[in-house]
């Protein structure tokens, strides 16, 4: 029975579900300023072998001669063409200047197709002639991580990590971010779900059947999972304008990464390549003329992190054809990791220049009276991947009685531990086609 009391609850009641159904009616959509190629440069017909060069040590992707003949069929149309007609030619040209790559640091043409070594850090481990395991090996006799037999229910390449390993990568999080907390960056917190244009904007492709996006089934906007913080950090600043006098702000975000792709070579294998995964990210907002010292910074935070720690390194220098659509100059970092015999990398830095800026609208205002507007340029860096600085802590630092040696860094992070210890055995998890035949049995 429904008695008067109830009535203002029940109107009430009734209201929310109202509110609830006009918000699933609103088609909900991003609102992203249109980007803004540097067509002074790009549509200049002195600039096309310049331009073609630059694509063809970049693995041929864009296509300046057809930017052209669009621009040109563009500006030829008769005042008679339809609205429609010319809507259609112009969006085509849009997508082909979209695709055209940065421009490419004098220093990255002269290394041809390979990475020059800048620098090796400290020393490679010696084991004495022993057995070096490999991550997964020696984590699987230490009881502190799981991959396997998981695909009935988190997919390929999902993991656990327990105990002190799990300690291990929060510590590593907690001493990247204090290191940079220290250095002026702001700590801020993003989204991990994106609209497809931002990422688009950041330089990475959403189309097609191979790429590394998760897409989620939103019914009026594309979104995805982001691959990395940098691009919630860039879509922070789309369509704002910054005051001259701010610059350079730097930020840095810590986030779980979403990559759809993964790999099945064997030095590749357990938590190399992993579909999800924690990164501490470094990203700035600055002037034309700051971000070349930008990277620098980057480039040296990166380098002292990884040198504190005691881990064999070599720093490169990277040629024209890796260095994706967005970087003008790109460092990698890769460690020694003695398991798999190998260098991989674990942190990069890239400066952008104004490719991201112009395509999300990011700028900046200056003169006396702060009237002129210009493009920012943004720089981006890996304080630190978890997973791979897992993998070069434990191939590097293991000992022969299975415990790990935790660097002296991370210690007031892991309760003042020197060591990480093996631990009892995991319960079992079982398929589930094996517990179905238990169950017979």
């Not at 400290?122 to 998981?150: A, H, Q, Y």
């Not at 988190?154 to 993991?159: A, D, I, M, R």
């Not at 350079?248 to 099945?264: D, G, H, M």
Request: aromatic share 8%; with cysteine; charged share 25%.
């Amino acid at each position: 029975m429904i008695t008067l009391k109830s009535l203002p609850v029940l109107k009430s009641f009734h209201l929310e579900q109202k509110l609830v159904t006009l918000a699933r009616s609103v088609h909900h959509k991003f609102h992203l300023v249109k980007p803004n190629y540097d067509t002074d440069y790009l549509l200049n017909p002195a600039n096309i072998p310049e331009i073609q060069h630059n694509i063809e040590h970049r693995k041929g992707v864009g296509n300046i001669q057809l930017v052209h003949e669009l621009n040109n069929k563009l500006r030829s149309l008769s005042a008679d063409v339809g609205e429609s007609e010319k809507s259609q030619l112009n969006d085509r040209l849009q997508a082909e200047l979209r695709k055209i790559p940065n421009r490419t640091h004098p220093e990255a043409l002269k290394h041809g197709v390979d990475p020059k070594v800048v620098r090796y850090y400290n020393e490679k481990p010696s084991f004495d002639g022993g057995k070096v395991f490999e991550f997964s090996e020696m984590t699987k006799k230490m009881n502190i991580f799981r991959m396997e037999k998981l695909g009935n229910f988190t997919g390929h390449k999902s993991y656990y990590l327990t105990g002190e390993l799990a300690e291990l990568e929060q510590a590593l999080i907690r001493y990247a971010v204090s290191k940079l907390l220290a250095r002026n960056f702001h700590l801020i917190t993003v989204p991990d779900i994106l609209p497809a244009r931002i990422i688009e904007s950041c330089g990475m492709s959403t189309h097609g059947e191979r790429n590394q996006v998760y897409k989620l089934n939103y019914p009026h906007e594309t979104l995805c999972l982001s691959g990395t913080s940098e691009m919630a950090l860039a879509g922070y600043f789309a369509g704002t304008v910054t005051e001259e006098s701010r610059l350079p702000l730097k930020l840095t975000a810590v986030s779980r990464c979403f990559r759809a792709e993964t790999s099945a070579l064997h030095e590749e294998k357990g938590i190399y390549r992993v579909h999800q995964f924690t990164k501490v990210e470094m990203f700035s907002v600055c002037r034309p003329d700051q971000s070349e010292a930008m990277l620098e910074e980057f480039r040296d935070i990166e380098v002292g992190l990884f040198d504190a720690l005691g881990v064999h390194f070599q720093l490169l220098d990277m040629p024209a054809c890796e260095l994706g659509a967005p970087a003008y100059r790109k460092y990698d970092i890769e460690a020694w990791m003695p398991g798999r015999g190998m260098y991989g990398e674990i942190s990069s830095c890239s400066d952008c220049t104004d490719y991201q800026a112009r395509r999300l609208g990011i700028q900046y205002r200056s003169g006396s009276d702060n009237s002129q507007l210009h493009y920012a340029h943004t720089v981006n860096g890996t304080a630190c991947a978890i997973p791979r600085m897992l993998i070069a802590l434990l191939e590097n630092f293991q000992n022969k009685d299975y415990t790990i040696t935790i660097p002296e860094p991370l210690r007031p992070f892991m309760r003042g531990k020197d060591k990480i210890s093996r631990k009892k055995v995991l319960p079992e998890l079982k398929l589930t086609k094996r517990l179905a035949q238990e169950e017979i049995c």
